[in-house]
């Protein structure tokens, strides 16, 4: 069967990767072709090349790559957007083949970063154990069926569905409330529409490193009443000491006062990147104080174009 | 000879007063009629009953009043504009009766403001002397030929234009850099034509008295790279404690960056008058940033289409 | 009988003057000498040739003079410090010779100001009236007793404890609201002591014109909670379109944030002149929030020494 | 032999690793005991417990974990402080076994983000290759003396000091210019001296989410002439949206500029921790503005304590 890239979406896999419980929230990408990649770089490039209509990575938090390298990639490769964002809460199961116990598990096998996410739990009840890493949450897992080399896996709660494995503890993890933020990357020039709880992602750089540049730049934000849920400076990497930001900002590019701040910040950045206006995941609407909801843009934009036309006058400040 | 109000033209007489120095550098007021009246108040109520076509009214450090009157006026009168900017330096003679002299000078006929601008030379060239008040610095001057009460009186250089006077002594004002700026103001809603060397004025209040409000405000300004050439603030006078703020920009509203900042500011506050755009009396021009020039306005806004639009990708950032 | 110069207190007379109803708003003036000056200067001059201990000047919303005069007076001479404020209601009665009635006015006498504020009444009751022009308010009205060209006066409500003059009407003023602010200007270096109820006042010239310094001179107040309730440019004189801005912020420099705040202002502006913290004339107290409270900055100054001593360690954040 | 906590130094070892090669700029460190462990969460535990007298850890754009981890231990752990900056470059050689040829390499063993970073060189040179992921960059390269699954491995350039391997390949990464940047955390109370080339690190929140509050905090930083080098949002982890800041400001807390906006900051946010102040790892002097530096704080702390002290005046401005 040959598969189309616009049925075709990328993913860290293999299945039962939190990045694939990601993509299950993706209604669109039911049915569809389920791409397993390596690593942001390869999902990125799917989408790039047009063998994907579409990938799914993590972005903040996470525990299978992404973050920093996601942020970098969004920066630097041109024509992508952000189109959907996803929240996975990362818990974890220690599992192994069936009829092993606890008691039997002398080598643990794990992706390193979800191990140290783990390590207070092990150290607790297999203070003895020794690591095997894995290249994923799920080779973890897969390679107790192919090896005897380790007892047990740290994986994802959904990790049965796919593998015939016996769950020896559940609930694992350091932090039981750790989420991981995914976001759903293409190269559609199409915007989500606006549905009142929206988030607007742009990575902008300053104009130079004087003191109070970053001020100036939150300023475009703060005249047009405006909150960010995320700030994050990242090296460009020509020189050190040389960043961009990485900004989430509450609305939708069609919110008046979202449009009117990339104005704004796109005359003050030499180098701005738009990476789209979508849906936010927590679905938490985004509250304006009148005084900058599109009424007030609308509203100024009538009194200049009156003060402009050469109108008679109306009564003084109004 | 019935006079036209499209051909008339008010200021703060009679004639060889201050207020009349600035209309003459009117060119279009020249072969018109000028009507003297005796206070900024006639001379707006003028132009609001359309007796004359503009008034000539002083608005910063007048000696003829003016100032908190006129501005005070141009908040709370509708539909008045100010269409130009003159600057008069503002330095006296001691005139008298053709045939006195300094020493014969017991008694000084003087605007009660403009005998404390030229106090220091009084108090040491006539320590003796005693001071009769005038409702204007050209009566004072006149009065001297209808009545002996006075032996000489502080006027404007010009006044031996009108009056048949001896000048006892010139520059007898303590400070010779003094200069009074003087607007024209009219109802017309036409605007001056930008000039590259032009400031716009505007009159507006803050939301409420938190503190930070006036920073906020100013941001609006700072966020287009737009200096503020005057800042005052002025009791609205309904409760003690409330303010308004005069406020003289660089810059045309036809300037990009202006016009954007009369939306910003519009939005900011409850009650925006504007007085108008119109070429700065020192014709010095406005140096701006690259930045926040016409082309970043229009190169900003095509940016924001393009990515509204859902046409192809163009490379990152540009 | 010798005066001594620390028990005099100069205003602009004479008595029954607006500004001497100013001073006898304050408690340590009664039975003290009060001597009558002309103008600003004059009062000012007193004080600082120790000739008077103290002099009560307009400084806002005048019909004397004062505003500018005395804020750009106060810029400039050395040494001067406000120790008090008060307010007065600015209301005009207009008075004649006993036995005059309002039918019988043909000429008003008064100081030009006071007759712009009157105008109103004027034109409606006595539509053919001629003006006197005045020196003062007071001399205006004595001025009945000693010469006939006038008819009637405009003067303050007090007039009458003055002279034996007759009312023909009150509340002639176009604005019965008005409201003028006046200061006592003396030389001490002893500061009124903190009420809760304070106000400070300063004078700060901007480092040099880039747009954005006014906002950063702001933020010297904003980043201490600090709420300003007067700011008013003023040319410096030396070159057009060269400021110094005379502020008033809410709080005693005895108050933690203000003398943090002032500190700020310091290093920011090549010439700041500190005015004095004196009791507000409306006694309103300044609402302050915790985060700027004394304790805010008695507690961050522990939290600060903590970490330069060496001491053991707090627990984070504390 | 007995180990002494203050002679020992733990970092994520084994030997080879670029921790370790940042531990080796730490001349302090030479000849002590250097105690490798696995993460960064063991490092900071051996600091916490005594177990050593200091970590080195990543903290940014790190190969071997770091970054998130290391900030977020960093703001919850009590009572660490960073004593060092250090700067390491990350470049990658190919190693083998010895006599092993390029053409031969079937597998590769790499730490999977080593492996990510280098990825462009390997599909190149290597496009049938596998990849068998390792725990470290430096057990990847180990593995290939005790085991045969993989034909060559991904390791630091100074791996060939600690194993005897031949170098297939070098500067095999992407990017030639990645750099890490790593501290060295303990928990002496004992500020490092004052080079003029330093960096203080500080991890605050804001008191609520509400628009503009991040730009108040920068403001805290803007108005005392301090640049920040690093700031980057971390979620607080009590709930979605709520943010912490890490922020490295250039200078050092005994710079009074630096202790003033620590000042400022306390007052400000809810919770502030100093992580220390110490020598910048590039060296390069912070330029401070006249305005910002030391003698403007001692000038103006003088002249407000003469405004109080009711000393004599001296001239206005100065």
Redesign the interface.
Known sequence: MRTDAADTYSYLGPAGTFTEAALRQVPEAAGKTWRSV????EALDDVVTGRSIAAMIAI??SVE?G???TQDAL?????LRIVGEY?VRVNFVLVARKGTTLEQVKVVNA???AY?QC?EWLDKHLPAHG?L???SNVTAAASLLTSEVADAALAPPNITEHYDLDVLATGVEN?P???TRFVLVS?T???PARTGADKTSVIAEL?D????R???M????????????????R?I??A??R?R?VLDL?GH??DERV??A???L???SP????LGSYPRA?K?RVEVVT??DND??V???D??RG???????????E
């Open positions: 390596n690593n942001v770089g903040e938090n790559g973050v920093s390298a920066a630097t490769i041109p024509g929240l992706h390193p970063v140290g390590l690591h890493p894995a290249a932090n409330n750790a989420v190269k020039r199409e915007l104009p490193d004087t003191a109070g970053l001020l100036e939150l300023e475009q934000f703060a005249t047009r009443g405006i909150n960010l849920s995320l700030i994050q400076s090296p990497g020509d050190l000491g960043y930001f509450d590019v069609h449009a009117d990339l104005l704004g796109k005359r003050f180098n701005v990147v738009f927590d938490q005084q900058y007030a843009f509203e100024a934009r009194w200049l003060l402009l036309s050469g109108e008679p006058a109306s009564p003084a400040g």
